[in-house]
């Protein structure tokens, strides 16, 4: 199951994936996108009712698995698409593990499954139910994790982090300023950051920071205490 597009005009991309595997490349040595994926079905009626459709709107270009609904049977398509590197990229996924690199933008929605982002040049928004998400080399994060663990790393600009219900955060090598606005528990570690590091509410779980370009503020922790060194600008934690 395959399909492509010429991509002139286009701006954004949206990808709409339900079931299965989702991976999504950026490319400097294409214009054109295409979608290929292999479906699984568990009677051979559901495999044929199962495709990938590409279509595009105005400036917007959209990709999409169509899986039938039986509730005696299920299907699913592990999608590949590649497309040009200067583009926006809008994702939907509903289950399996996801891996995108090499886009302008990102924001992404995603139910269940790992989560694996990689150089990304201007901002990745993520929103995640459950699975552990890896962020690697972004221009700014931007994120909200219900539970799995969290690590970001090599990141331009800043990083934050507006609430994560369960699961460790790991956060290095931050070019701007960090922000964890609501971590319910887990430990945090954030080092190596050259702006400020902030953190409004942490219900359990130990705070370790290092080599904190800025100030280091705490506005509240319930349990798991406070660690911090090498901080150059002013300390308050509770």
Same mark, same amino acid.
């Given at each position: ?25 950026g +490319?400097?040595s ?7 994926g292999?479906?699984?079905?568990? =009677? ?13 709107d ?17 299907? =699913? ?7 040009? +590197? ?7 996924d509903s ?7 090499? &886009?302008?933008?990102?924001?992404i ?5 790992? &989560? ?5 040049a201007?901002?990745?928004? %993520? ?38 219900s ?23 570690? %954030?080092?190596?950051?050259?702006g +400020?590091?902030?953190i409004?509410?942490? =219900? ?8 904190i ?12 205490? %406070?660690?911090?060194?090498? %901080? ?7």
């Amino acid at each position: 199951r395959s399909g492509q597009l010429d991509l002139a005009g286009i701006q954004k991309v949206v990808i709409l994936a339900g079931a299965g595997d989702l991976e999504v490349t950026g +490319s400097t040595s294409t214009s054109r996108l295409e979608a290929r994926g292999k479906a699984c079905a568990s =009677s051979q009626a559901l495999l044929d009712q199962t495709r990938i459709t590409v279509r595009r709107d105005g400036s917007t270009a959209t990709v999409e698995t169509n899986m039938p609904e039986d509730n005696d049977g299920h299907s =699913s398509i592990d999608l590949v698409v590649t497309l040009p +590197s200067n583009l926006a990229v809008e994702a939907q996924d509903s289950s399996g593990d996801a891996r995108l690199r090499g &886009l302008k933008s990102l924001s992404i929605q995603d139910s269940s499954g790992d &989560l694996n982002i990689e150089s990304i040049a201007q901002l990745a928004q %993520v929103r995640d139910s459950s699975g552990d998400i890896e962020i690697e080399k972004a221009g700014d994060v931007r994120l909200e994790d219900s539970s799995g663990d969290i690590e970001v790393e090599e990141i331009h600009g800043d990083v934050e982090v507006t609430s994560d219900s369960s699961g460790e955060i790991r956060i290095e090598e931050i070019g701007g300023k960090v922000h964890i606005a609501q971590d319910s528990s887990g430990g945090i570690h %954030v080092a190596k950051v050259k702006g +400020s590091v902030s953190i409004d509410s942490d =219900s359990s779980g130990a705070i370790d920071v290092d080599t904190i370009g800025g100030d280091f503020t705490v506005t509240d922790d319930s349990s798991g205490g %406070v660690k911090h060194r090498n %901080v150059t600008g002013k300390v308050s934690v509770p």
